[in-house]
T-cell receptor
Framework: IAGITQAPTSQILAAGRRMTLRCTQD?????MYWYRQDLGLGLRLIHY???????GKGEVPDGYSVSRANTDDFPLTLASAVPSQTSVYFC???????????FGPGTRLTVL | SQKIEQNSEALNIQEGKTATLTCNYT??????LQWYRQDPGRGPVFLLL?????KEKRKERLKVTFDTTLKQSLFHITASQPADSATYLC???????????FGTGTRLTVIP
C-alpha cells in the first residue's frame, strides 16, 4: 500500500513558468489537502477538497489552483510561478475532516 | 486572527528523561487537537488526537493533555530515546472549520 505519492520529489523552475504538482492517494479518502511549509511559518493550507468534485480555499490560496476530478488525484497548479512560491509542498488526505491526516513525502520547489 | 504557539523552536533532553512540549492557542474554541511527528525531509505523521471533552490521552510512552480553560495542550514523551528526536507539531481543529491549523513545531533532540 503506497498511501500518498507526490511527484516530482523536487523541481527547480524559472519564474513565470507553469507547474503542476501531482498527488495521488490509494486509501479512498474523501478529503485531500495541499500545504506549503516554510521555515518559521509552519504548515499553511493552500487548498482543500472535502470530496471529489469540490474544492475550497485555504489560508494562502493566491497563485495556486486545484482540481478534484476523482477521489484519488488532487493536482496543484502554479499558473505563473514566482520566487515567493519557493517552498516544500505537502499533500495530505483524511477520511473525514476532523480525523488524522496522512501526508505525502513532499515536493521541494525552487522558483528562480 | 488564529494563533498557535509551541513553547520553543528547539528542546534538548537527556535520554531516559520525560520530554514535555507545550502548545498554546488563542482565538480558538477547538473541537479537536492533534499532535504530529515530522522527521527531516519527510511529511508529518499523526500521533494522537484529543477532543475538547477529554482531559488526557495516552499511547504507549506518549501522553497528551488538553486544558480548554488555559487554552493549552501538553505533549509528554516518557523514558525518551534518541529515536524520539524529531520535530513535533500540534494542530487545532476549530468547530465548523474545514481544516487543521498547525503550529510551527518544536524540534526535540534526545541526547544519549
Amino acid at each position: 500500500i503506497a498511501g500518498i505519492t507526490q511527484a516530482p520529489t523536487s523541481q527547480i523552475l524559472a519564474a513565470g513558468r507553469r507547474m503542476t504538482l501531482r498527488c495521488t492517494q490509494d486509501m479512498r479518502h474523501n478529503a485531500m489537502y495541499w500545504y506549503r511549509q516554510d521555515l518559521g511559518l509552519g504548515l499553511r493550507l493552500i487548498h482543500y477538497s472535502n470530496t471529489a468534485g469540490t474544492t475550497g480555499k485555504g489560508e494562502v490560496p493566491d497563485g495556486y489552483s486545484v482540481s478534484r476530478a476523482n477521489t484519488d488525484d488532487f493536482p496543484l497548479t502554479l499558473a505563473s510561478a514566482v520566487p515567493s512560491q519557493t517552498s516544500v509542498y505537502f499533500c495530505a488526505s483524511s477520511d473525514g475532516g476532523s480525523n488524522e491526516q496522512f501526508f505525502g513525502p513532499g515536493t521541494r520547489l525552487t522558483v528562480l | 486572527s488564529q494563533k498557535i504557539e509551541q513553547n520553543s523552536e528547539a528542546l534538548n533532553i537527556q535520554e531516559g528523561k520525560t520530554a514535555t512540549l507545550t502548545c498554546n492557542y488563542t482565538n480558538y474554541s477547538p473541537a479537536y487537537l492533534q499532535w504530529y511527528r515530522q522527521d527531516p525531509g519527510r511529511g508529518p505523521v499523526f500521533l494522537l488526537l484529543i477532543r475538547e471533552n477529554e482531559k488526557e490521552k495516552r499511547k504507549e510512552r506518549l501522553k497528551v493533555t488538553f486544558d480548554t480553560t488555559l487554552k493549552q495542550s501538553l505533549f509528554h514523551i516518557t523514558a525518551s530515546q534518541p529515536a524520539d528526536s524529531a520535530t513535533y507539531l500540534c494542530a487545532l481543529y476549530p468547530p465548523g472549520a474545514n481544516n487543521l491549523f498547525f503550529g510551527t513545531g518544536t524540534r526535540l533532540t534526545v541526547i544519549p
